[in-house]
């Protein structure tokens, strides 16, 4: 079956150090999505990239997704305490918009 | 304003006992529905699926069933837990390619 390969597991980084976590397919993605939890919460949705090719930013977060559309990457420039939080890719399948999940990259900030 | 209810928050069963868990949207018709589950610092895996009354995909072979007896309600059940179903229970809806998460149920089986 399909799967998204999420590195790395986890990332523990001192405040204003920036962050990266990357999603891997074997196959071409129609869309990636990036959710985040924060420690004992739930997924939040954070953006949806559709397009070869396509950047998005919001705020200190950049979102890139790859020219073959089989990566996507996560940017956080100057990482803050709230940061904290586990970050997934995603993919919405069919017409049922099911997720299938990355294995997520854990994010701790050292204050 | 769309808003997602799970209950109960949290849950503590033994082993052979059942299950029953409750979600429900408000704010939105004819949404979809979806149940995952968390272990402990891991990924979600998707249970179950709904795209309206009565219509209930499985993702993967278990202990757990589904069932959506009205536009937005989802339920999972079991007859008899084990104790590998212990996790972090989340169900979610979408109208479209973005999923709201509810609060999630945290079982723990003993």
């Known amino acids: 079956g399909q799967q998204v390969m999420q590195i790395p597991q986890y990332q523990h980084v001192q405040e204003g150090e920036d962050f990266t976590t990357y999603c891997n397919s074997s196959t071409t993605l129609s869309n990636i999505q990036w959710y985040k939890q924060r420690p004992g919460g739930h997924p939040v949705f954070l953006i949806q990239?559709?397009?070869?090719?396509e950047v998005k930013k919001q705020k200190r977060l950049t979102f890139q997704f790859g020219e073959a559309k089989k990566n996507s990457s996560l940017h956080i420039t100057a990482t803050q305490t709230t940061d904290v939080g586990t970050y997934f890719c995603a993919e919405s399948m069919d017409s049922s918009y099911k997720l299938i999940f990355g294995s997520g990259t854990r994010l701790l900030v050292r204050p | 304003s769309q808003t997602i209810h799970q209950w109960p928050a949290t849950l503590v069963q033994p082993v052979g006992s059942p299950l029953s868990l409750e979600c429900t949207v408000e704010g939105t018709s004819n949404p979809n529905l979806y149940w995952y589950r968390q272990a402990a610092g891991r990924g979600l895996q998707l249970l179950f699926y709904?795209?309206?009354?009565?219509?209930i995909s499985s993702e993967v072979p278990q202990n757990l069933s589904a069932s959506r007896p009205q536009d937005r309600q989802f339920i999972l059940s079991s007859k008899k837990l084990l104790l590998s179903d212990s996790g972090f229970y989340l169900c979610?809806?979408?109208?479209?390619?973005?999923?709201?998460f509810g609060p999630g149920t945290r079982l723990l089986v003993l």
């Open positions: 709904s795209v309206g009354i009565g219509q």
């Open positions: 979610a809806w979408s109208t479209r390619e973005t999923q709201y």
């Open positions: 990239l559709v397009k070869s090719g």
